[in-house]
Structure formats: structure tokens, C-alpha cells
């Protein structure tokens, strides 16, 4: 059971990429599924969050308007499309099956390597 989160890269400010997190050894469709970030030397937050039930979405206030999140579950992938990227959403990007907008789930300990997201002039 695993979750690969990938897509990241050197963007500069106002571009956009899109995240996939892909999962193995188990199906997306039944888990909800957060995206969460790490920027150099802060706490993990929570970005955004795509609920099981009926794909709700959800978003950290940093990053509404301009991040959406959705679900692919044919190809067994959650995607974080992100757009007018800024200097400050710099940092590691991690999927997980769980959610936490506001606070991040202590417990939750299976976070991957996640993928850099740099966004730079």
C-alpha cells in the first residue's frame, strides 16, 4: 500500500503545475485524500483535501481561488492543479489518505518523499 506523489518542479511566479498522487497496492476511490506541504525549516500544512463521500473539496485559505484538487479514479490518481503559483507556495508537496486542513494528523506517519515545488524568477 502507497501513495507516489510526483509532478513537481522549477516554476516561476504566476505559472502553475499539476501534482499527481498516484496509489498502489490499494484503490483511491474509498479514501480521503489530502494534499499537505513542508516549506524549508516550518511546521507540514495542510493544503487541500478531497473528501470520499462525494469528492467535496476542500482548501487551505492560502491557496483558494488557486489550487484545485480532483480525483481520477479510473486512473487510480488525485491531482492537485495549481495555478498563479507564488514564491511562498514553495516547498515539498506530500498526498496522504488523510485529511487536515487545520491541523495535521500527528499519528499519520506513512508520508512518502513527496515533490518539490519551487516557484522562482
Known amino acids: 500500500v502507497q501513495l507516489q506523489a510526483s509532478g513537481g518542479g522549477l516554476v516561476q511566479p504566476g505559472g502553475s503545475l499539476r501534482l499527481s498522487c498516484a496509489a498502489y497496492g490499494f484503490t483511491l476511490d474509498s479514501y480521503a485524500i489530502g494534499w499537505f506541504r513542508q516549506a524549508p525549516g516550518k511546521e507540514r500544512e495542510g493544503v487541500s483535501c478531497?473528501?470520499?463521500?462525494?469528492?467535496?473539496?476542500y482548501y487551505a485559505d492560502s491557496v483558494k481561488g488557486r489550487f484545485t484538487i480532483s480525483r481520477d479514479n479510473i486512473k487510480n490518481t488525485v491531482y492537485l492543479q495549481m495555478n498563479s503559483l507564488k514564491p511562498e507556495d514553495t516547498a515539498v508537496y506530500y498526498c496522504?489518505?488523510?485529511?487536515?486542513?487545520?491541523?495535521?494528523?500527528?499519528?499519520?506517519?506513512?508520508w512518502g518523499q513527496g515533490t518539490q515545488v519551487t516557484v522562482s524568477s
Open positions: 478531497i473528501s470520499s463521500v462525494d469528492d467535496s473539496a
Open positions: 496522504a489518505t488523510v485529511c487536515g486542513i487545520a491541523t495535521v494528523p500527528l499519528w499519520y506517519d506513512d
